[in-house]
């Protein structure tokens, strides 16, 4: 640990830090359609085929979104600890009448949230499958070791990877099966695409984070290089659609779900955030647009779903 990092570490021990805005914002709201929008899409798929329980819908929407939301708490929470965007907080010392939630505070927030998700989770366990145990649990420790340790996995290279899994195939898989149906290969590649997606969001937040992360972590851009990244991205972004157009021709969703083809100017906007002579206010900018345009695919699928059935 170099020293910066050190008086740093010693600072938050000896003295108070707040986060400069509010809880709400700690649990970067933007991000939730990586889990909403599967939820949503693995319930439709489900009632294509037959009934569904509204109120077993809800009690997976608020146990994933609980669980996004301490994850990304637990992710500001050990980037400071780590020394890193430190113009997010304040010292006591400068707060005069308000201030946003204290550091030391925020794991036990947290925690708190991922005990009531726990709680939703053996519910919906005794109503459907004693299996939603085991991957609720395997869901809060990938939360959890997202960012914790010094090996966390957006540290080595897995945050992409990760982020694909638990918030791309397991909400929208076990929103379908949730609701007393069986995995199949069709739900399967229906999440794919949503998979593929929140990567997206990840890899953008990486390369903005490009020269920030250095001597931090070690994520997929560092690893491969800036350039090959951007490449990377590229293809995530072409492959999504192609995903879409996919399911389309194979009958697995309906033809309106094509609506999806609107968001394409912003996976382009995104992709030429990073063109060759971009500026750097571009590339910070990037990040929110990741957010919109899974927005904007999300709601256009979701609403060539509703139209098909």
């Not at 489900?46 to 708490?73: K, P, V, W, Y």
């Not at 299996?131 to 649990?137: A, H, S």
């Not at 999504?240 to 309906?254: D, E, K, M």
Request: hydrophobic share 55%; charged share 10%.
């Amino acid at each position: 640990m170099d020293i910066k990092k050190e008086n740093l570490a010693s600072s938050i021990g000896n003295d108070c830090f707040f986060y400069r805005f509010s809880w709400f914002h700690l649990t970067r709201p933007l991000t939730f359609t990586g889990t909403v929008s599967p939820v949503i899409v693995g319930t439709l798929f489900a009632a294509s085929q037959g009934q569904i329980r509204f109120d077993i819908f809800m009690a997976m929407l608020a146990a994933a979104l609980l669980i996004q939301a301490a994850t990304n708490m637990f992710n500001d929470y050990f980037d400071f600890s780590h020394g890193q965007d430190k113009e997010k907080w304040i010292s006591a010392e400068n707060v005069e009448y308000t201030h946003g939630p204290a550091h030391h505070l925020i794991p036990f927030v947290a925690g708190t949230l991922l005990a009531v998700a726990a709680i939703i989770g053996f519910w919906l366990a005794l109503e459907t499958s004693l299996w939603i145990i085991l991957i609720g649990v395997l869901g809060i420790l990938a939360g959890y070791a997202y960012s914790a340790g010094q090996h966390s996995f957006s540290s080595i290279g897995l945050g992409e990877t990760v982020a694909a899994i638990f918030l791309g195939f397991v909400p929208a898989t076990l929103a379908y099966f949730v609701q007393g149906y069986s995995l199949n290969v069709q739900v399967f590649f229906l999440a794919l695409p949503f998979a593929i997606l929140i990567s997206t969001m990840i890899l953008t937040n990486n390369l903005r984070d490009f020269e920030k992360d250095r001597g931090f972590r070690k994520t997929v851009a560092m690893i491969i290089g800036k350039l090959m990244s951007i490449r990377l991205l590229t293809v995530l972004l072409s492959l999504t659609y192609l995903l879409v157009i996919g399911l389309i021709f194979f009958q697995v969703v309906g033809a309106t779900t094509g609506l999806v083809l609107f968001a394409l100017p912003a996976a382009l906007k995104l992709r030429w955030s990073f063109r060759y002579g971009a500026s750097r206010a571009e590339e910070i900018a990037a990040m929110k647009i990741a957010a919109q345009h899974h927005w904007l695919f999300s709601l256009l699928f979701i609403l060539g779903l509703l139209i098909s059935l």
